[in-house]
């Protein structure tokens, strides 16, 4: 305090202190950030009051001149305000100043103390002056006398609520929460994702991810300067939006592959936050990291030779691999017989009698009946376009086998299925699979098909169940998965279920399929009908037109309250031709084999029979592999081996051994003709 007009020894050094001060403020403080330390205000207060010098701190009236309740008031609001210096990163206080002699050794220990303190706030004033500039008061004779008192004008970026520090002290713990939480790694695999378009709606991510990665890299090489000051500073300079990112969305995805949530679980938790229930994402998620490590871990398996593939033919394959083989090709087998065992040929069998059409289950067949054979020939029904199958084999002979399973071979079924997943889409859909009666159609398998085909059912009692009646409230009948715009690389399925047969009418149920809107495929559909652990498949491989109904079969529920099934679709189309193979005939069998997870002594994952055909080609683009194939060693791996097999070319070869195939795990009867020296038979197969 000062008292102007007084001739106190006091004036001329505290009016000058003051403006040093004030100088200080504007020339070095206010144009830099500003924040509160950890340090008591009355603490300083009582500092600074207790250490000025008598000479200039005479009484006046009752106190001591600088006992004074306004620059009192000044140090509770302003004395703990510190600024910080961009390139040293060093506080920079009020009390930093030039100083008039008298009050430096105050101010000295006042600037110690403070640069000492750890930041608590940023600084934020709700007036414009901190402090009382002046004031005066009319003494007893009428003179006017003015006091003169510590004080700040504030800059309008200052002014500030509370509610507003409350906000940006949740932005520094959040930014220091978000340093802990989310490593340089992640941002950078997240970065990689986003350009490769592989998360929904993240390019809206982007500037924010590249600024915490630009934070991160600066945090990292950080020097000279302790944790709190930096999240301080940068909380201020990022933003909330940046120094909160770990409560968005991205910032969950980050956290998870920080805390070591696989790649494919994080950015599936990721897209049932943002992305609707039916989002599909456009691109496999693989990053150049981990490209990179499944490369390291194929090259120390010896693997890298298995990758290029082909179609296998018939010198590919061992004899021992083989249940049958038909005359003309025996010859090109690999043979491990000894000379002697080529004597056995000479040995009499008894040749057994049949009847002109017997039915038989698979099992039987090869042990009975195929040992006998010479020939074998397969009615290709409609039912099978979807079964047919290639084996595939490495281009290099030598290299070792990447599966589960000791040999190198692998197999594709017709657009690229390695078992039919029908049942498994209409359950991800939301279908009831677990009931009594269930008929599935599926479309959209290869090339987009935009086609709008819709499943139907016609009760006894004539009642129809579709998508404008989709439920029989006689039956239960229910039509629970409709689609009406299949998505780019998805099946789409639809399925008409029948929970319990006790709620059923006795009598026919007519199954077909109706192409509601043709949108430009030709590539029909497939279909499932299934009751009492059956499965019956069916494959209607032909462009359905604008309005068209194709009927697939009848369902009888008799009155003993069991189901009998007749196909229809042999019955409505003429003979057509798919992979050199012509439907409706009998086509020579070149070899029988089971899937090379069964040969020799392997026996891993589901059984599948092969029947390989005479001339019989693979017209589409053959998988070479599933990851559910692949060794486990391979499994860390899966999404970069998934990409691979989709950019891996499987080279052509002559006479390769394509034809049908069927899973054991699902019921299906085919019709095989035998040939042998003396007889020629029919025979339904039961699989």
């Not at 070591?260 to 456009?282: C, F, Q, W």
């Not at 150049?288 to 194929?298: D, G, L, S, V």
């Not at 319990?500 to 009908?529: C, W």
Request: hydrophobic share 35%; charged share 25%.
């Amino acid at each position: 305090m000062n008292i102007t007009g007084c001739d106190t020894i006091s004036d001329e050094y505290f009016v000058k202190q003051i403006k040093y001060m004030n100088d200080h403020f504007n020339t070095n403080m206010k144009c830099r950030k500003l924040f509160i330390v950890d340090v008591e205000w009355d603490k300083l207060w009582k500092l600074y009051y207790n250490n000025v010098p008598d000479n200039i701190n005479p009484i006046y009236k009752t106190n001591n001149v600088y006992e004074c309740s306004a620059c009192r008031h000044f140090f509770h609001k302003a004395a703990n305000i510190v600024a910080i210096d961009e390139n040293t990163l060093e506080y920079i206080t009020l009390f930093g100043c030039e100083r008039v002699e008298e009050l430096n050794d105050v101010f000295e220990q006042l600037d110690k103390i403070i640069k000492q303190a750890p930041i608590r706030d940023i600084f934020l004033s709700n007036v414009e002056r901190l402090g009382t500039k002046e004031d005066r008061e009319l003494l007893d004779d009428g003179t006017v006398t003015r006091y003169n008192h510590y004080y700040l004008d504030i800059p309008q970026k200052f002014i500030g609520t509370h509610q507003d520090m409350m906000e940006a002290r949740t932005n520094r713990t959040l930014l220091e929460s978000s340093t802990s939480d989310i490593s340089l790694y992640a941002v950078n695999t997240v970065l990689e994702l986003i350009e490769t378009d592989s998360l929904y709606r993240a390019t809206e991510w982007k500037y924010l991810v590249e600024t915490f990665k630009n934070y991160l890299e600066e945090y990292e090489n950080m020097e000279g300067c302790d944790e709190n000051t930096f999240y301080w500073i940068k909380s201020i300079e990022l933003g909330a939006m940046t120094s909160r990112i770990k409560n968005h969305s991205i910032g969950v995805l980050l956290s998870d592959i920080t805390s070591g949530m696989s790649l494919e679980d994080a950015v599936n938790k990721y897209e049932k936050i943002v992305a609707p229930t039916n989002y599909k994402r456009p691109k496999p998620i693989i990053t150049q990291e981990m490209i990179k490590n499944a490369r390291k871990k194929i090259e120390q398996l010896g693997f890298i030779d298995s990758i290029p593939r082909r179609y296998a033919n018939i010198t590919d394959i061992s004899i021992n691999d083989i249940l049958f083989a038909n005359r003309d090709v025996k010859q090109q087998l690999k043979e491990s017989e000894g000379i002697f065992d080529k004597l056995e040929k000479f040995i009499p069998h008894k040749v057994q009698n049949f009847d002109n059409i017997q039915e038989i289950n698979l099992d039987e067949f090869i042990e009975k009946v195929l040992p006998h054979a010479s020939e074998v020939e397969l009615y290709m029904s409609y039912d099978f376009g979807k079964n047919f199958v290639s084996l595939i084999a490495p281009v290099n002979a030598d290299a070792p086998s990447m599966f589960k399973w000791s040999n190198a071979f692998s197999w594709t079924y017709i657009n690229n299925l390695s078992d039919s997943e029908i049942k498994q889409q209409v359950k991800s859909m939301g279908g009831d699979v677990d009931v009594d009666l269930r008929f599935s159609i599926q479309w959209n398998t290869g090339d987009w098909d935009k086609n709008d085909l819709d499943a139907h059912c016609t009760e006894p009692d004539d009642n129809e169940i579709y998508f404008n009646r989709m439920k029989s409230s006689k039956t239960g009948g229910w039509l629970d998965v409709d689609i009406i715009d299949p998505e780019k690389n998805k099946p789409a399925v639809e399925n008409i279920q029948f929970k319990d047969r006790s709620k059923m009418t006795p009598g026919e149920y007519l199954f077909r399929v109706h192409q509601f809107n043709y949108r430009g495929g030709d590539d029909g559909f497939n279909a499932e009908i299934e009751f009492d652990g059956r499965i019956f498949n069916f494959n209607y491989p032909f462009k359905l037109n604008q309005k068209e109904y194709v009927d697939v079969a009848k369902v009888l529920l008799n009155d003993d309250n069991e189901f009998e099934l007749e196909s229809l679709l042999d019955n409505q189309s003429s003979n057509r031709t798919q992979w050199n193979v012509t439907y409706n005939t009998f086509i020579p069998v070149s070899l029988i084999c089971y899937s090379p997870n069964y040969w020799s002594t392997n026996n891993i994952g589901n059984k599948h029979v092969f029947f390989m055909l005479k001339d019989c080609v693979n017209e589409g683009k053959a998988r070479p592999w599933f990851n559910e194939y692949l060794s486990n060693e391979l499994l860390e791996h899966k999404r970069v081996t998934e990409a691979l097999s989709s950019v891996t070319k499987v080279e052509e070869t002559e006479n390769q051994l394509s034809g049908v195939g069927f899973s054991l795990t699902q019921r299906n009867t085919i019709t095989l003709k035998v040939k042998s020296e003396n007889i020629e038979r029919t025979f339904n197969v039961i699989i």
